[in-house]
């Protein structure tokens, strides 16, 4: 089967377009970014309950099935003892993380956050890759400031910029363990700070500086806005509102978008289907079953979760306490998406580009 990109289509039909849900992702952080810019201005303050619902809506009733869908997406048309392979390293790399975290729970903090960089920062650039292209981005190591500049953004500038809050709720998620594992860090802050804007503001500036100068153009011009623009959102944006929209307004749309422009299906073929059927109705309710059984697995390792951490909530309050549970959970579930979905997984991949 040949492998084609439909962005052409898009563009020969839409002249310089792409996927609709690349411009509504742009809009709606352009959007955060002006109202919560003005509520700043205007000394209010939004209260960190509605901040947390934000959180927990965003991060599980419209983040989490979209991960789901990677994964269906993904394993669709795979042979099945690829796919009971790719079941059992990812229980594998699940259970390894969980006896880090119970372990050293401030260096499985530190993992969880390298887990939300990579999954934003590489997604991020698999999806410029499809969607507008990435020819300015001449070299690996280029490719790699790329996603640690946009990955950075995620993690980095809301330590740097919501110092406060990002500090109680790291503090919360060892909690799951250890409430004093991080008791030491507080003296350091303002120097890890210091260290995060020269830093992260010098990776910006070389990334862009370094894609102008390997050939500027379109590509350039739109990877260093989106930069820019996920910097600032994560500096205006109060971190827990944020980080809970980012997820399924920037990553998970933006993937909808990669995978709607990416039109080949070059791994295994019909025959190992998991939604061929007779009938549009009958591959549609194959989908739903897929579904709910993901649901189901999902549901199983988020309780064995729930009992593995000695203090699931980190002993504070609901709202608090499943902010640091689902946050640290998240992160676990996230690791393999990452090692065994795309990094081990080059030839077809989670972030499938041909
Ligand atoms: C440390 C920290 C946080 C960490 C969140 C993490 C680590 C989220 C991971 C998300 C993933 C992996 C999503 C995948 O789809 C919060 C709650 C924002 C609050 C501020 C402090």
């Known amino acids: 089967m040949s492998l084609t990109v439909r962005k052409r289509v898009w563009r020969s039909v839409g002249g310089a377009s792409v996927h609709p849900s690349i411009g509504l992702s742009r809009a709606a952080l352009a959007v955060l970014i002006v109202g919560f810019g003005a ?20 991060m599980i009733a419209l983040n989490l099935p ?6 269906f997406e993904n394993l669709r048309r795979r042979r099945p003892s690829f796919r009971w392979r790719y079941v059992a390293a990812y229980v594998a790399a699940i259970a390894g993380f969980v006896g880090l975290f119970l372990l050293a729970p401030v260096v499985g903090l530190g993992l969880a ?11 991020g650039v698999r999806v410029l890759d499809a969607t507008v292209g990435s020819e300015h981005l001449r070299t690996r190591p280029q490719r790699a400031l790329a996603a640690a500049v946009r990955g950075g953004a995620v993690m980095l500038v809301p330590m740097a910029f919501h110092t406060d809050t990002f500090y109680a709720f790291s503090t919360l998620m060892v909690g799951l363990v250890d409430g004093g594992a991080l008791g030491g860090a507080g003296g350091r802050i303002d120097a890890v700070r210091t260290a995060i804007i020269v830093g992260y503001g010098a990776a910006l500036v070389a990334h862009i500086a370094l894609g102008y100068v390997r ?6 011009l739109v990877d260093a806005a989106e930069s820019v623009l996920l910097a600032a959102y994560f500096a205006v944006v109060p971190v827990l509102v944020a980080v809970g929209l980012y997820f399924p307004f920037w990553y998970s749309a933006r993937q909808v978008a990669r995978t709607a422009t990416v039109d080949a299906e070059p791994a295994g073929d019909d025959e190992w289907d998991l939604v061929g059927g007779d009938s549009v109705s009958e591959a549609a309710l194959r989908a739903w079953g897929l579904m709910a059984v993901g649901a189901l697995a999902t549901f199983v390792v988020v309780a064995a979760l729930y009992w593995a951490f000695p203090n699931p909530f980190a002993g504070s309050g609901l709202l608090p306490g499943a ?32």
């Open 39 to 58: 509520l700043a201005l205007a000394e209010f303050t939004v209260p960190i309950e509605a901040q947390m619902i934000v959180y927990l809506v965003g």
């Open 66 to 71: 979209h991960g789901g869908y990677e994964h």
């Open 113 to 123: 956050l390298v887990v939300a960089m990579a999954k934003g920062g590489i997604g």
């Open 215 to 220: 050939g500027g153009g379109r590509s350039w």
């Open 323 to 354: 902010v640091a549970f689902w946050s640290v959970s998240i992160s676990i579930i996230a690791l393999p998406h990452v090692v065994i979905g795309d990094l081990l997984d080059r030839d077809r991949g989670i972030w499938y580009v041909p």
